[in-house]
């Protein structure tokens, strides 16, 4: 289980990441709304490990009030293709990009994996030929999330944004429901989004649902004095 507490990253003059409190739990869909992008993906990278926050509580996996190190939530999770981080570079063939990810799994002792039997092991031998700039929406996010999943010790799938390159949420909402409940492998999947979809009955929270709110005015005194 993933919980987070007050969650929060400062920029120079704003929140690039807004004081923000969840739960995501193996077995679930949380998506995560966000109007902005940069928003979105601190939140996406700070969840992950790969941004410290500034301040805020952050819980894998472990026990209320404990500690959990950032090398231990990296090794845990994964963050996929987050605009201007990890997305893919558009004119990187799949194939490429299928060889240079393997290359980063720690494999000790067995060896590197090779691009060309995974990719027909998982069914990716009609795209490996293409730019990533040429996969639809929905078989870029089954490549990715394929590839984040490769490593065995990922367990917390942190997707940023899918829905920008789709509009339509049969192209990413199916594969990311897919992999959080397929009992095979227990995991917590967190979607960043522009918005929540039409239909969605799961998860739901908010980028910045834990800023306080402004000190409401100061109520009228219920004795008042006869005008007369």
């Avoid at 063939?93 to 290359?103: C, G, I, K, M, Q």
């Amino acid at each position: 289980m993933l919980c987070v507490q007050q969650l929060h990253v400062k920029g120079r003059r704003d929140y690039l990441l807004p004081p923000t409190s969840l739960q995501a739990n193996r077995g679930e869909l949380l998506l995560v709304t966000g109007k902005r992008q940069d928003q979105r993906t601190a939140l996406a990278l700070t969840l992950s490990g790969r941004m410290k926050p500034t301040a805020g509580t952050l819980e894998w996996d472990r026990g209320t009030g404990s500690k959990t190190r950032i090398k231990q939530l990296r090794q845990a999770s994964a963050v996929v293709d987050a605009p201007g981080v990890n997305e893919p570079e558009p004119h990187l063939s799949v194939r490429d990009l299928v060889t240079e990810d393997l290359a980063l799994i720690p494999r000790r002792y067995r060896g590197a994996l090779l691009s060309t039997p995974w990719l027909k092991v998982n069914r990716f031998e009609d795209i490996a030929g293409l730019w990533a700039e040429e996969l639809p929406a929905d078989r870029r996010l089954e490549l990715l999330t394929a590839l984040a999943l490769a490593n065995p010790h990922t367990d917390l799938l942190v997707v940023d944004s899918p829905d920008r390159h789709s509009g339509d949420p049969v192209d990413w909402l199916p594969r990311l429901q897919e992999l959080a409940y397929d009992g095979g492998r227990p995991l917590a999947v967190v979607a960043t989004v522009g918005s929540v979809p039409p239909g969605w009955t799961g998860p739901v929270t908010e980028i910045g649902n834990a800023v306080p709110a402004p000190e409401s005015a100061a109520a009228p005194n219920s004795e008042t004095e006869d005008p007369r």
